[in-house]
């Protein structure tokens, strides 16, 4: 299969669902508002979009499989699986923060093939097909080249659920507030991943997401040249438990911070 062709597909079809999701910003009112769990919320605009990307993809490949954030349709018994997140940033959307993302992977007998992160109100259409780098609207992205800790701004996200531990979380962040440059919180994985991708950023970290938040950008950043792994620097990160994506080159530094603090 020419991966390669259905991406540019694939990106076209990620820009139609960024153009309805733009369209609708002004729209949504506060009865539209589904509280799925604590700080996780959902309306017809997410469910909407995810109908159409799957609708889409089905057409393009019928025999494929599905794992969606808003459940519009159960994953098969395909080696071949989409791994969508519809509407990323949700909550920013609703607060009408110009920061979201319509996120789309294919990954086939395991291995992703595809990745496609629409920055909505950015209009920037980040993607990758393994082994033929990565982009941001065709421009080929790379990670950052620096080094120092001391140099770097790092990205992070908070856990959603109210019974996790934070004492690690906050003991972190006053590391990289004395240590780092600078940190951030963006509130949207999928693009929080870009960032790194394209050297905006020079690492970000997060726990407690799923597969469907991350499985694009994972491969937007290894096609850039960036490192993943988990807290451990080992590689049980893809289903989201635990990420760090970094340029690679002050991943053992990161490591070693997140091991003090999560591990103790």
């Known amino acids: 299969m020419d991966y390669k062709e259905l991406s540019k597909k694939v990106k076209d079809l990620s820009e139609e669902v960024a153009n309805f999701i733009r369209d609708e910003l002004l729209k949504v009112k506060s009865d539209d508002i ?3 769990e604590h700080n996780s919320l959902v309306t017809y605009v997410d469910k909407t979009a995810e109908q159409m990307i799957v609708k889409r993809l089905q057409t393009l490949m019928p025999e494929s499989s599905f794992v969606t954030e808003e459940d519009t ?3 098969g018994d395909s080696d071949h699986v989409w791994i969508i997140d519809p509407l990323d940033g949700t909550t920013n959307f609703l607060q009408r923060i110009p920061h979201f993302a319509v996120s789309i992977a294919l ?4 291995v992703m093939q595809i990745g496609v992160v629409f920055d909505v109100m950015g209009k920037q259409c980040f993607s990758a097909v393994k082994g033929h780098g990565a982009f941001v609207n065709d421009r080929v992205i790379r990670v950052s080249s620096k080094t120092d800790l001391s140099e770097c701004i790092l990205a992070t996200g908070f856990p959603y659920a109210k019974d996790v531990n934070f004492k690690p979380l906050i003991n972190t962040l006053e590391y990289w507030m004395i240590n780092a440059r600078g940190i951030r919180r963006f509130g949207a994985a999928a693009l929080d991943l870009c960032f790194v991708a394209s050297g905006r950023i020079d690492c970000y970290y997060e726990t407690s997401l799923n597969i469907w938040d991350i499985a694009a ?3 937007i950043v290894e096609e850039s040249g960036g490192k993943l792994s988990d807290y ?3 590689d049980d990160y893809h289903m989201g438990k635990q ?3 970094s340029n690679g080159r002050i991943h053992e530094d990161v490591v070693n911070v997140l091991k003090e603090n999560f591990q103790s």
């Open 34 to 36: 589904i509280t799925k």
């Open 73 to 75: 349709i159960e994953e």
């Open 107 to 110: 990954r086939v007998s395991g």
């Open 217 to 219: 950008g994972m491969l």
């Open 232 to 234: 451990s620097g080992g």
């Open 243 to 245: 990420i760090l994506a």
